[in-house]
């Protein structure tokens, strides 16, 4: 098998980008917006959540997002950011996320998981 390294390593950076949009969503407090579905290519990349933004709450949502995804990018820029690789119990998942509030809450209790976490 041949692997296209550049087209992996985009590829690579689009689901990131999906993991990022979830932390900047609980960064936001929207903890009640459940990641439902997420597509992770080129010609169109999104998360689709599962959940209600009422009207007239979108507009700062979208701010949000937008602000803690820059903060969370120049942040690992800053600190010269390298990726934590782990597949982990959901109790040792647990340890390993501490810092940022533990598993996400959609991820169901037993469950084994990978973990990926950004370390300076």
């Not at 692997?3 to 950076?13: K, M, P, T, V």
């Amino acid at each position: 098998m041949d692997i296209d390294g550049a087209f992996r390593a985009l590829h690579a950076r689009i689901h990131s980008a999906g993991h990022l949009l979830d932390m900047a969503m609980m960064k936001a407090g929207r903890k009640d917006l459940k990641p439902g579905k997420g597509y992770h290519f080129v010609d169109g990349p999104y998360v689709e959540y599962v959940g209600v933004v009422k009207d007239d709450e979108r507009d700062k949502l979208i701010e949000q997002l937008n602000f803690f995804c820059a903060e969370m990018i120049k942040e690992a820029k800053d600190n010269d950011t390298k990726v934590f690789r782990k597949m982990c119990t959901y109790e040792e998942a647990g340890e390993h996320l501490s810092g940022i509030g533990g598993v996400p809450p959609y991820i169901p209790v037993g469950n084994d998981l990978r973990v990926l976490k950004l370390t300076p």
